[in-house]
């Protein structure tokens, strides 16, 4: 039986992936044209049962649910190419190990794979890098301890993401999640699963061609012309 061959195999995932991102982005600009009518609603017509405050809380509660839904949703999706990388990495590279026979989380596994398995070289990716491990722990904040930083154990990495990026917002001790959230998310992703795809098509030389012209820090391509055609 012939094994895939590894150019076309991540070409093909690179596409999957970003069309998947494509629908997240999708999802919201939905999310963000009702919640822009909704408020306008609110602002404009509606009257507000004082008694009950149904209103008000669904002005205060409806936003920061569907954008960390978005949020979630985005930290799934590079988890789930985190996973599926790693294995077709180790599959064209003819490797025995098995991505779940390592240990540590996803990101800790993928990093093993793709730095020591691989060696690829993230030292010019590595602030982006630590957008997508700041972007999972908020994950893991909204997800385990409601939001909560109080007693958070990667608390410190929320607040350096924050600090970057303005956004998640804090009200105390409470992580607050909005539409620039939702925005910074979705274009970490981006610039994420493009960098890693295009090692790999580097790596990997075929049909397809990474989308960069200059070749990665390795050099994989076997091109040293390409570095000045790039300049």
Not at 84 to 105: D, H, M, N, T, V
Not at 106 to 117: S, Y
Not at 152 to 180: G, M, N, Y
Not at 189 to 202: G, M, P
Request: net charge negative; proline share 5%.
């Amino acid at each position: 039986m012939h094994s895939l061959d590894p150019n076309l195999l991540f070409f093909g995932n690179s596409v999957d992936a970003s069309e998947k991102l494509a629908e997240l982005e999708q999802f919201l600009e939905y999310v963000s044209g009702f919640l822009f009518r909704e408020a306008r609603y609110l602002d404009e017509k509606a009257h507000p049962d004082l008694t009950r405050e149904f209103l008000p809380l669904f002005a205060d509660t409806l936003p920061p649910i569907l954008h960390s839904s978005i949020v979630i949703s985005t930290t799934t999706l590079l988890e789930q190419e985190m996973r599926g990388y790693a294995a077709a990495l180790l599959s064209s590279l003819r490797s025995k190990l098995k991505f779940g026979e390592l240990s540590g989380s996803v990101l800790e596994r993928f990093r093993v794979v793709t730095t020591k398995i691989a060696g690829f070289a993230f030292d010019d990716f590595e602030a982006s890098w630590q957008d997508v491990v700041g972007l999972f722990e908020i994950r893991n904040c909204l997800v385990h301890a409601g939001g909560d930083l109080g007693g958070f154990q990667k608390a410190s990495t929320i607040r350096t993401f924050s600090k970057k990026h303005s956004t998640p917002i804090f009200a105390d001790d409470s992580v607050e999640i909005d539409l620039r959230t939702s925005e910074v998310a979705l274009r970490i992703a981006s610039v994420f699963l493009d960098h890693i795809y295009n090692l790999a098509l580097d790596r990997f030389p075929g049909r397809y061609a990474p989308s960069f012209l200059k070749p990665s820090p390795r050099g994989q391509s076997g091109d040293p012309a390409s570095d000045e055609d790039a300049g």
